[in-house]
């Protein structure tokens, strides 16, 4: 089933607009569907209910789930490449417990929103920078350590976590276990979030494109890839340097949402093949197209059941099963 | 390696010991002082028996709740087993929630004091826990008295006005990002919208409800209630500027009709609800209509 067969142009704009296709059609499908029935005929009346539900809830919630969609698969893609493990993903290497930690000592300080998702985001990036500089020696960056390193700092901040809510008030307990549920829902006192989760990833998929003939060679070992011009633990310590703030800014605003950055790339891999010049860019619409559609469930079950499920929640529960079975069938395929 | 047996014989002797006090289903003891030493696993009921005049009788309280000079705390989320024992309590009073139960089933095993679970979810379960309270403590009279207070502040709150204009009403008991947490019915504060003759937009749900802006935005409540403060919405004017900013078009924001509270006595079931019902129902008849 994986596409082994070299990249050809044919395939190449074949799969990204079929991709694209299906992501603008969920994407429209999320607009339909929602937590409350819309009038269409009003969504361009301003003030008009419908418009508020359309334009200031809807449209910023599909374009954060769209870009934490696409920054999470397009991230899990390059961390599978960068560190030649099918078990690498934003959230292995620190990257969660270091934002809930972040946000909750924000939370502990009484800041409001804003002091949270700067937390967040700081949180992030000093977990997934830590983690770097920790799997670095003599200028070599050590995958295993990486991936060793990343789930102590998960740990230790779970463990950190547990010890703040031991010893804060119950409202700030309250406050904290909120916040650390997440959600795509757009802060309304925030909307500048989107346009940082834009900028970031954009940065990112500019050096990510640049950068993918080189991870095709580094998934050919790293002596090979030295021989053939590539430096492998400066290619390493700068995407991972770039791929930090788009996963710092996700997290930071939606919480935790896992398995979108695992299975993608997998499922993508499937269908587009190993080559990175197809796999990033494809793992970030499949990202993009999986989170819209898991939000666009949430969304639409909120009404009938009385209550928002957090979108991770749902990742999760569909996550799990369809990576086990990806992974029987591609074991099966052997 | 001969040590081995003698330890393994040792710790089946121990294991075999510890059954004996806690898996053959031994009674505790029944209470007959006339002072019982109490410890209050749960923030309610250590408020409940601060009002009851029963300070001298807290040997033990919760971390989350009212705090009492000199008594060590002996439960933080969950109960702390060796701090309960070690402040050898005649009574322990534990909240009754799903969550609990193997806590309170680990606390009856020990069988060297009595367990009291109380329900502190709805006002009923508040009435009936300060009543048993106050039979445990040889505080019935002023059981007895809350529990009046507790009738006649709801009583009052039936006779208001606010029920004409049934107003529709969304509860905030927190906000996330975008979301914010509600009560789908079956607390305390339901229970007092209820008698208030409001109607909560979020009931029927769970007892804890997330609602996005757009579903508040389809609910178009004309009233809103911050029962707890948060770091940006402390005061009654904070709510109004954040709303005002958030969702201009809610009926509650174009009416005005917003009330934060400052402080938890809305958002804890315990004595001074009384105080809060009285207060909530006086604001809301002030609202403008």
Known sequence: MTARSPLTPRRFALTLLGLL????????????????????????????????????????????????????????????????????????????????????????????????????????????????ALATRHGRVRPLDMLLIGVIVNAFAGAALLLMQALVDAATVQRILLRLMGSLSADPTQPWVPYVLAGTAGLAAVVLARSAQALNVLSLGDDTARSLGVAPDRLRLLLFVVVSLPIGAAVAATGMIGFVGLIVPHAVRLVAG????????????????????????????????????????????????????????????? | MRFLPTALVSLLALG?????????????????????????????????????????????????????SGVPVVAGVRPNVEAVLYV??????????????????????????????????????????????????????????????LDASLAAARASTISATRPRALVVYGRSGGIFYSTGGGDHVADILEALGVRNVTAGGPVSVRVSLERVIHLAPDTILHVMPEPDIKTTADAMTFWEKVAPTLPAVERGRIIAWSDNTLSLNGPEIVGAIASLTQRLEALPR
Do not use: Y
């Open chain 2, 88 to 149: 050898e309590p005649d009574i322990v009073a534990i909240g009754k929630f799903p969550s609990n139960s193997a806590d309170i089933a680990r606390l009856r095993a020990i069988g060297r004091f009595r367990v009291m679970e109380l329900g502190v979810v709805t006002l009923g379960d508040l009435r009936a826990s300060a009543l048993a309270l106050g039979s445990a403590l040889n505080r019935s009279p002023l059981a007895l008295a809350f529990a009046e207070r």
């Open chain 1, 21 to 132: 296709a299906a992501t603008a059609l969920a994407t429209g499908l999320a607009a339909w569907i929602g937590a409350a029935p819309l009038d269409w005929s009003q969504v361009g009346v301003e003030g008009s209910n419908a418009a508020a539900v359309l334009w200031d809830q809807r449209v910023p919630r599909i374009l954060t789930a769209l870009l934490a969609g696409a920054i999470l698969g397009m991230s899990g893609a390059a961390l599978q490449g960068l560190l030649r493990n099918d078990l690498a993903e934003p959230f292995i290497l620190g990257v969660s417990g270091g934002a809930g930690l972040g946000s909750a000592l924000a939370t502990v300080l009484g800041l409001a929103s804003l002091g949270e998702l700067l937390g967040g985001f700081g949180g992030a990036l000093v977990a997934l920078l830590g983690v770097t």
């Open chain 1, 274 to 334: 190993p080559d990175h010049r197809l796999l990033l860019p494809a793992s970030a619409l499949g990202g993009a197209l999986v989170l819209v559609l898991a939000d666009t469930l949430v969304r639409g079950l909120e009404p009938v059941i009385g209550t928002e499920l957090p979108v991770g929640i749902v990742t999760a529960l569909l996550g799990g099963p369809l990576f086990i079975a990806l992974l029987r069938r591609t074991s099966g395929g052997g």
């Open chain 2, 16 to 68: 075999a010991a510890s059954c004996d006090s806690s898996c053959s289903g031994i009674k505790a003891p029944p209470v007959d002082r006339a002072s019982p030493r109490l410890a209050t696993l749960t923030p309610s009921l250590t408020a409940l028996a601060v009002h009851l005049d029963a300070r001298e009788h807290l040997v033990g309280v919760s971390r989350h709740g009212p705090q009492v």
